[in-house]
């Protein structure tokens, strides 16, 4: 996406498989926990708003998780990946055809999450992407509360579903995201549908409550 101003790639191995989603799937109010510099959800202001008016709703404490910590991010990196995030956002906003305002809520996801559904969001929003902290007891939180605020027929992404730090003692199983997607798909199986999807990620369709 020209001109924007990210400063990695994460996003373009999944881009294949959403354009080819989001070409007739067209979720009107979305949720994504974890935005770091933004390029998801310009991506779908861009894609969708080409079409229709998209309201989304985007949370992130732009502080890292342990991983982005262990790997140098300071509070000053933060400081510059949540101004690019605002930056990012108003060009993909300016440049969309329709509406697409962007909520913000700086917290972490179990606080706003939590807010959301005493707010009256639940079954609100057609599609959630969950890409926030990568461990274990943190991510099946965010499913729970996910799954709670998302419609019948929405959809449900997880990012990094294979991902693993590379730690001096080995991998730490409760420092994945693997084994909280597996518990929550495994005691939701009645109230959803797997769909095809790269080893990278989990997509999941709600189908009841």
């Not at 924007?4 to 979720?27: A, C, G, L, Y």
């Not at 991983?67 to 969309?96: C, D, K, P, T």
């Not at 730090?165 to 798909?185: H, M, S, T, W, Y």
């Not at 797997?194 to 989990?202: D, T, W, Y």
């Amino acid at each position: 996406m020209a001109d924007f101003e990210f400063s990695n790639r994460w996003f373009q191995t999944s881009k294949p498989v959403w354009d080819e989603i989001f070409s007739t799937f067209r979720p009107a109010r979305i949720l994504e926990i974890g935005s770091f510099e933004g390029a998801s959800a310009c991506y779908l202001i861009t894609t969708i708003g080409a079409h229709q008016p998209v309201e989304i709703h985007c949370i992130d404490t732009w502080e890292g998780g342990i991983e982005h910590q262990a790997g140098g991010f300071v509070a000053s990196n933060m400081s510059e990946v949540e101004s690019r995030f605002h930056r990012n956002i108003a060009l993909a906003q300016s440049r969309s055809a329709h509406p697409a305002p962007v909520m913000f809520y700086k917290n972490r996801s179990d606080l706003a999450l939590a807010a959301l559904l005493s707010g009256g969001k639940a079954n609100y929003f057609d599609f959630i992407y969950v890409d926030g902290s990568h461990q274990a007891p943190d991510v099946l939180f965010d499913a729970v509360l996910s799954f709670k605020l998302l419609a019948i027929n929405g959809l449900l992404i997880f990012d990094d579903y294979n991902w693993s730090e590379n730690l001096p003692q080995g991998k730490d199983i409760l420092r994945c995201p693997k084994p909280a997607i597996d518990a929550f798909v495994n005691l939701n199986f009645r109230k959803l549908r797997l769909l095809a999807a790269p080893i990278n990620q989990c997509y999941v369709v709600k189908t009841a409550d």
